[in-house]
């Protein structure tokens, strides 16, 4: 699909007809949960990204054996492909999406589109959850070649590493600490990473929720000096919109290392001895 450097989308059209498929588990994470009980695509498992995919008591994500304890009571194995799909143009799709790769599961999919574009085409839609057996899902140790730390990221300031800031311009400059609606959930500093580049993560997509072109990807990561040729960390405020320009840049345009940094600002923004830069 346009040029792609990965075989990692599907769309709407694929999907629809094979909704059937035994040896496929659909699954939709969404940043407002709620949406899923009002209507999702057919057999598609519902996910709650804070609820069912964060530790309950550390700020992290579940260990791999929670993890696979997890998908294996929502009745998908590990022979199964996945195809996740979300609101808010996939980015906790794509978050859950990187949360798969670092745990081992390559055979995972995301539809390209939101749910919105999903309703909106006229798809088919339920309210009924799916009942699906249990399955054996076993999650491997954690990919760490995909997974930025806050040491990593403190000695990646200068020029060794491209940091990516895919947050909003506001947020970048250090006009507001976290987007409206979000006030709680902010650090206690407001800026931006020396050096990282601003490329807003919902740039990558078009109006519809699809992923622009290969083309098109290339000419604004280019642009902004961030397809160099050096190792790239993306990160944002909580870490799923910047797990959405790591697929972009790992997956859709094949670059070899790109790390996502899921402490993010919410981190970052918060730690004692570490640079903050404001301004665009």
Not at 30 to 46: Q, R, T
Not at 90 to 109: P, R
Not at 170 to 182: K, L, N, R, W
């Amino acid at each position: 699909m346009s040029g792609y450097s990965k075989n990692v989308l599907v769309d709407a059209a694929w999907l629809e007809e094979h909704l059937g498929d035994s040896d496929i588990r659909i699954v939709e994470v969404d940043e407002n949960p709620k949406l899923y009980a009002e209507a999702h695509i057919p057999g598609a498992v519902g996910f709650d990204w804070k609820q069912d995919l964060q530790d309950p008591v550390k700020r992290d994500f579940l260990g791999p054996e929670d993890f696979g304890a997890l998908f294996s009571r929502s009745g998908i194995s590990s022979g199964h492909t996945i195809v996740l799909y979300g609101d808010r143009n996939n980015w906790f799709a794509a978050y859950t999406y990187w949360y798969l790769k670092y745990y081992g599961h390559d055979k995972v999919l995301l539809l390209d589109g939101p749910r919105e574009k999903w309703i909106a085409d006229g798809r088919p839609t339920t309210t009924e959850a799916p009942s699906h057996a249990p399955a054996a899902f076993v999650a491997t140790a954690g990919d760490e070649t995909i997974r930025a730390r806050r040491d990593e990221v403190l000695a990646a300031v200068g020029d060794s590493v491209n940091l990516v800031d895919v947050r909003s311009p506001a947020e970048f400059a250090g006009e507001i600490i976290s987007p409206s609606g979000y006030e709680q959930e902010g650090a206690q500093r407001a800026g931006h990473i020396p050096g990282a580049a601003s490329v807003p993560w919902a740039q990558a997509v078009n109006e519809d929720g699809t992923f622009k072109s290969a083309e098109q990807l290339r000419e604004l990561y280019g642009s902004k000096g961030v397809l160099d040729g050096k190792d790239i960390i993306a990160y944002c405020r909580i870490g799923e919109r910047s797990a959405h320009t790591w697929f972009v840049l790992h997956e859709l345009l094949g670059s070899g290392h790109v790390k996502n940094y899921d402490g993010s600002w919410t981190e970052w923004g918060s730690l004692v001895g570490v640079p903050v830069a404001t301004g665009a």
